[in-house]
């Protein structure tokens, strides 16, 4: 019987980064929710485009999980703390 396959080291990287990716776009949402809920009608489309990248985007591929993140990181600077 062979024991269970482990995960590859490239694997858990890319892992820990869609990870960070889905944390940083929970934040960007959770912003977003407060600017619409202030009557910013375009957060809530924006908030639909953060969702939409999130569900796209591969996570086996180290490259688009990087440009979102680095996208999604760039709106939470401009969104403020």
Same mark, same amino acid.
């Given at each position: 019987?062979?024991?269970?396959?482990?995960?590859?080291?490239?694997?858990?990287? $890319?892992? +820990?980064?869609? @990870?960070?990716?889905?944390?940083?776009? &929970?934040?960007? #949402?959770?912003?977003? $929710?407060? +600017?619409?809920? @202030?009557?910013?009608?375009?957060?809530? &489309?924006?908030? #639909?485009?953060?969702?939409?990248?999130?569900?796209?985007?591969?996570?086996?591929?180290?490259?688009?999980?990087?440009?979102?993140?680095?996208?999604?990181?760039?709106?939470?600077?401009?969104?403020?703390?």
């Amino acid at each position: 019987m062979r024991p269970p396959a482990t995960p590859s080291g490239w694997l858990l990287g $890319t892992i +820990a980064q869609f @990870d960070a990716l889905t944390d940083l776009a &929970n934040l960007v #949402i959770a912003r977003l $929710t407060e +600017a619409a809920a @202030d009557g910013n009608s375009a957060a809530s &489309n924006e908030i #639909i485009r953060v969702r939409r990248g999130l569900r796209e985007v591969d996570p086996r591929d180290a490259t688009s999980v990087t440009t979102l993140a680095s996208s999604l990181s760039q709106r939470a600077a401009e969104l403020g703390p």
